[in-house]
């Protein structure tokens, strides 16, 4: 049987053989973490710690101000030597709490929920708020807003996305192998918070052998998987949607709009964690790859390790690195400084010694860019729009819908940097936008 898809995409190296036969190893807890208190959607955690404090691990450091931001914890127990601007991996300095760790991995009291299938919603979601859970796929959007979808927009299904179409990355794959009740069991919690009917766990067929043991470990009816082509980017909420329901999101619009709520597989398995046993967010798994690193691994890491540590983990980089990123190579953001740490949003670190950047010609207008768009766009248009500062016309013709994948720039035979042009327009439209409000 033809297997389900989106329209259009890009078909790259998968490159993830590198990993995905590595189990998840613990990387020891530093001797210092630096845990931003900005590592999500929306406005910054303001600090409940000051230098000097002693603290546990799990004890909350940073409160959310706002509805769209989250709390932070401590990775480590120990002291707190500062709270101040630290590196951060999306580039500028950001206050974050220095924590000396004292060895001990003391923990605050984290109460446990023998059956938290009997919780009602408004619990399951306070939990999940209280843990500062965020999208660990990457977005780091803060959980506890999508599993509290408006009254008007009522939630049918629910998708667990096991897709991890970014190349190179197996953090997502590793869960899926070594923690498939775990992930099952958090599925659940989201569907009863959000009252849907269905789960739908989908998985990509370069990972058939994960999506078969999910199947075997799945007792209840409402919950299915489903194996997807392999094909980037298939992750993308809003492909996932349209390959597996056939419903469209509509421009501008979020899944609730069309009844769905999206968790990657990580932010589920940390749902249940979160809810069953009441563990804040303060470490997650990511993948450790590229030509530029000796020993790829799968690694379990507190969150606020310096990207220094992780690597000397892996065996340090090879002579002639010159690329550092931070998530997959499509969608991943280059990195300026080993002493940033890792983050929730942090998926993975490749390392690579890339040749010089190729020399940039002038559109020759063969329309791969169109083609390969999963949002249906004109990026060759769009670029040209946004160079020239036709702000309104890059936004009518659908700027502020591009998902940044990076689909069109890779097709591009011309090397013309049509993300970083698309970026730079959905900035300042947004930008202007907040001006006239
Ligand atoms: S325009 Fe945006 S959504 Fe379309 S391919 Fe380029 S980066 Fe992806
Ligand atoms: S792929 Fe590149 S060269 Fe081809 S139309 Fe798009 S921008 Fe122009």
Redesign the pocket.
């Known amino acids: 049987m033809k297997k389900k898809t989106f329209p259009r995409g890009i078909h790259p190296p998968g490159g993830k053989e590198w990993t995905a036969d590595k189990a998840i190893e613990v990387l020891p807890p530093p001797e210092k973490v630096y845990i931003p208190l900005h590592q999500h959607f929306g406005q910054p955690a303001q600090p409940l710690v000051k230098k000097g404090d002693t603290i546990l691990r799990g004890q909350k450091i940073g409160k959310a101000p706002a509805l769209f931001s989250a709390d932070v914890h401590a990775s480590v127990s120990g002291k707190v030597l500062a709270v101040d601007g630290h590196p951060h991996p999306l580039g500028k300095p950001v206050l974050a709490v220095t924590i000396a760790n004292d060895g001990q991995d003391s923990s605050s009291d984290e109460e446990e929920i023998p059956d938290p299938f009997s919780l009602s919603p408004e619990e399951i979601i306070r939990r999940v708020k209280e843990a500062g859970i965020v999208g660990l796929g990457g977005a780091a959007f803060p959980t506890a807003v999508k599993l509290a979808p408006p009254a008007d927009k009522p939630i049918d299904t629910i998708i667990i996305n096991g897709c991890e179409c970014e190349p190179f990355l197996t953090s997502d794959y590793r869960l899926m192998k070594e923690y498939p009740e775990e992930i099952i069991s958090g599925a659940e919690l989201i569907r009863l918070a959000t009252n849907a009917k269905q789960i739908i766990i989908s998985v990509e067929d370069n990972k058939e052998d994960a999506a078969e043991l999910l199947a075997s470990k799945i007792q209840e009816k409402h919950i299915f998987v489903e194996v997807l082509t392999t094909k980037y980017p298939q992750g993308a909420e809003k492909n996932l949607i349209l390959a597996l329901l056939k419903r469209e999101v509509p421009r501008g619009g979020l899944p609730f709009d069309v009844g769905v709520v999206v968790q990657n597989v990580g932010t589920t398995k940390a749902i249940w964690e979160a809810v069953r046993f009441g563990r804040p967010l303060y470490q997650r798994v990511i993948t450790v790859s590229g030509s530029g690193i000796p020993e790829p691994k799968n690694l379990l890491v507190r969150i606020g390790t310096p990207l220094q540590t992780v690597i000397d983990f892996c065996g340090g980089l090879k002579e002639g690195v010159n690329c550092l990123i931070m998530g997959g190579p499509m969608m991943g953001i280059t990195q300026w400084n080993l002493e940033a740490p890792i983050i929730k949003g942090t998926s993975g670190l490749l390392a690579w010694s890339l040749p010089p950047a190729s020399q940039v010609f002038d559109?020759?207008?063969?329309?791969?860019?169109?083609e390969h768009c999963p949002m249906g766009l004109t990026?060759?248009q769009l670029?040209k729009y946004i160079q020239f500062g036709f702000w309104d016309e890059a936004e009518a013709w659908g700027v502020l819908d591009c998902v940044e994948c990076g689909c069109?720039q890779y097709?591009?035979?011309?090397a013309?940097p049509?993300v970083q042009w698309i970026r730079l327009g959905k900035a300042t439209i947004s930008a202007l936008k907040r001006k006239t409000v």
């Open positions: 559109c020759i207008r063969c329309g791969r860019c169109v990026p060759t670029a069109c097709s591009c035979p011309a013309i049509l």
